[in-house]
């Protein structure tokens, strides 16, 4: 008699039991598998773990297992076993914090854990959280060179403005981390990694935006800086000279300034160079300016309106039989009068 394939068995069941808020009897409770947040009657929050034996109450010792198990995948950046706390209690796992108010975002951030940094923010973790310091878990990422999560974070919208309780933005914090890290052969690969981590930084929060005109310079703390004024901005302003382009840096130092042209008026030629007579938008009086500094766009504009103007033109006049003038464009009866 051939045996069937399906038939019912016994199992242990599951069930989601409520955190003791009072002392009581303590039921065996081998491990827990899962975790989450209820209302009660009262529609107050309580925090419920998934067990597998019932109980009414569960021993201290085995959530603050639970609790040691989350942060110690956390710090070691453990993928799989993440994946599977938080299939089972994502959003509470995703927000706890420890002791220093550090959520598990900040460790993964910390140790550059892309991917674990990156189910985190699926998960719903306070990308901007600070904590007793004020460190968010951009600044962890910052403070130890950790480009890939730098990335994901600000993939995932943290907000680089974020001041830890000293003041210090990201940007302002890997300019004291340049300070304290000179170019030695000891530490060439920590500011290599510190680099790195500028750039990524640079690439995400700055633009790449022509100015308008280049008003002034000056010496800060910082280094030299140069007021700006741009297209979209109500006011004018100051910019560290290491986000300026090195060829305006250099036109501000050769008594260059940047101007809106109205048009081009006329060109000359001197020996392989070209000048170009400019009309200013701002009413400044026509000028001579050599060919490198006249945007190549209005050039190329005002070669297509001389273009144009050129083909209505009448073409070059010729001679007739008689010594008469006459245009190869005019009329049949002009044509006719000449014969």
């Known amino acids: 008699m051939e045996a069937s394939c399906s038939g019912r068995a016994k199992?242990?069941?599951?069930?989601?039991?409520?955190?003791?808020?009072?002392?009581?009897?303590?039921?065996?409770?081998?491990?827990?598998?899962?975790?989450?947040?209820?209302?009660d009657a009262q529609r107050r929050p309580q925090v419920q773990y998934l067990v597998v034996e019932p109980a009414q109450n569960l021993a201290d010792n085995l959530l603050r297992d639970f609790e040691e198990r989350w942060w110690s995948i956390c710090r070691k950046g453990d993928k799989d076993a993440m994946h599977t706390m938080l299939s089972k209690g994502a959003k509470l796992l995703a927000t706890t914090v420890d002791e220093n108010r550090r959520s598990g975002l900040h460790f993964t951030a910390a140790i550059g854990n892309a991917e674990c940094t990156r189910m985190l923010c699926e998960a719903g973790a306070d990308i901007d959280l600070g904590d007793k310091q004020g460190y968010t878990p951009l600044h962890m990422a910052v403070g130890y060179s950790r480009t890939a999560t730098v990335q994901v974070l600000l993939d995932y919208g943290a907000d680089p403005e974020v001041a830890d309780k000293e003041g210090r933005t990201v940007v302002e914090l890997v300019e004291k981390l340049r300070a304290a890290m000179p170019l030695t052969p000891e530490l060439l690969g920590r500011r290599t990694m510190l680099e790195d981590v500028a750039g990524v930084l640079t690439e995400n929060l700055y633009e790449e935006v022509e100015p308008v005109a280049v008003l002034d310079a000056r010496l800060s703390d910082g280094g030299r800086e140069f007021?700006?004024?741009?297209?979209?901005?109500?006011?004018?302003?100051?910019?560290?000279?290491?986000?300026?382009?090195?060829?305006?840096?250099?036109?501000?130092?050769?008594?260059?300034?940047?101007?809106?042209?109205?048009?081009?008026?006329?060109?000359?030629?001197?020996?392989?160079?070209?000048?170009?007579?400019?009309?200013?938008q701002d009413d400044y009086p026509d000028s001579w300016e050599d060919e490198e500094s006249v945007s190549q766009d209005i050039i190329a504009l005002w070669e297509q309106q001389q273009q144009q103007q050129h083909q209505h033109e009448p073409s070059e006049k010729h001679s007739s039989s008689n010594g008469s003038s006459v245009s190869s464009q005019s009329s049949p009866q002009l044509e006719a009068s000449a014969v």
């Open 227 to 280: 007021l700006v004024k741009f297209p979209d901005a109500e006011e004018d302003s100051w910019v560290n000279s290491k986000y300026v382009a090195e060829d305006l840096v250099a036109d501000f130092d050769a008594g260059l300034e940047y101007a809106e042209a109205e048009c081009l008026l006329d060109v000359q030629h001197r020996g392989d160079s070209r000048q170009y007579l400019v009309r200013w």
């Open 11 to 39: 199992r242990k069941h599951r069930q989601c039991v409520t955190a003791a808020q009072t002392s009581g009897e303590v039921a065996e409770v081998q491990e827990l598998h899962g975790v989450r947040i209820v209302a």
